[in-house]
């Protein structure tokens, strides 16, 4: 974790730099919803794990869509520094067994035509997942990067689309029932975010 830290100062460190002289900067507060593809695997997991501890899971609920907020400051030159947070996702089951994740990351981009009214740009930091839940053991970091193209820069309201990757993890328990005995020691290592699509309104 200290590492992941180190490596994201660092970053943001050599953007700086790059960006030398470049006075002017402005800040931009990205809002939208993402669509993540690997939430399915954590659906699946406490699914199979409910089922090994002989509950029913028909009426168990999860939310593949989760709000995101992704602020950042754009240089002149087309470098950009930010952070995010999101997409929120959570399980409800009526087991009472819940699961939450809040994805945080620090990233740099850069915007190939900083002061044109449409822009694509491409992104690349670090992530990790503030988790918690009945079947969750630990979150490790990843790396996270992703390519989208912004419209209406000049105005005031804008909007966006990403398609971005995210390689962090989390570590679950795995249950199994053998020969109508619960095994709990298993580990499942899923990455949630994995593909994610966004659609945002730009402030």
Sequence with gaps: ??????????????????????????????LGLTYVSGFKD????????LQARGYDVSTSWAVPVGLTFQPYVQFENGLGIGAGVGPFMFITTTPGYDFYAVPVNVN??????????????????GSYHIAGGDFVKQSKP?????????FFRTKRVGLG??????????????????????????????????????????F
Excluded: H
């Design 1 to 30: 974790m200290k590492r992941w830290v180190a490596v994201c100062l660092q970053l943001v460190v050599v953007l700086l730099f790059a960006s030398g002289s470049s006075n002017a900067a402005e800040w931009r507060f990205p």
């Design 42 to 49: 954590v659906v699946d997991n406490y699914k199979n794990n």
């Design 108 to 125: 740099a981009r850069f915007t190939f035509l900083p002061k044109a009214n449409i822009s694509p740009y491409i992104r690349a930091g």
């Design 142 to 150: 990843g790396f996270l990067g992703g390519i989208g193209i912004e």
């Design 161 to 202: 689309l990403e398609a971005s990757y995210d390689s962090s993890e989390i570590t679950f328990e795995k249950d199994k029932k053998v020969a109508g005995i619960l095994n709990t020691k298993g580990e499942e290592n899923i990455k949630p975010s994995s593909f994610m699509f966004t659609i945002f309104i730009i």
